[in-house]
């Protein structure tokens, strides 16, 4: 028989009260203003230099990942960019027209799709790479180096607890 079980029972921790309930929705909602004033981009054409390029997000990260990676084969990345297979040979389609990608068979399992990042893809990563780099930098400029330490282990701290990464 399956019993009734608390919050307290399932994790060890009390319930929160609704107060706290309250209290942890309107600093949820705050937290989600914050990030996306934060995270929007910026209007200076100078830091914008992605502007008259035009991709889907899914483009974008597979040109980011190909970018870390060097290649990767179709499977490994439809399951990094958590789509179906026929989806990714879509996206991949669009990168190749764009020249932004290689497409070949494995040397070691001719079965295999290989792709690789193509001279406009390495641009478009290390762009991308460099222009994140200096958004960072300019956001933890105002903050003390204790203050930076404390930010980078709360972020490290929320990206476990939403699942996003191991730890």
Not at 6 to 25: F, H, I, Q, V
Not at 36 to 54: C, F, G, I, K
Not at 66 to 78: E, K, P, R, S, Y
């Amino acid at each position: 028989m399956w019993k009734y079980c608390t919050m307290e029972m399932m994790t060890g921790l009390p319930s929160p009260s609704p107060e706290m309930d309250a209290r942890l929705k309107a600093q949820a909602q705050d937290l989600q203003v914050l990030l996306s004033q934060l995270l929007e981009p910026p209007t200076d054409p100078l830091t914008n230099r992605l502007a008259d390029v035009e991709m889907s997000p899914r483009e974008v990260k597979a040109v980011l990942l190909l970018g870390v990676h060097g290649q990767m084969i179709m499977t490994d990345l439809a399951a990094a960019l958590h789509a179906p297979l026929s989806t990714v040979t879509r996206i991949v389609d669009r990168l190749e027209n764009k020249r932004m990608v290689e497409r070949a068979r494995s040397e070691e399992d001719r079965r295999e799709v290989v792709v690789r990042a193509g001279e406009k893809g390495r641009i478009l990563h290390e762009i991308i790479q460099q222009s994140r780099m200096e958004m960072a930098s300019r956001m933890l400029a105002p903050l003390t180096q204790g203050e930076r330490e404390i930010l980078l282990e709360l972020i490290v701290k929320l990206i476990r607890a939403s699942g996003t990464v191991g730890g």
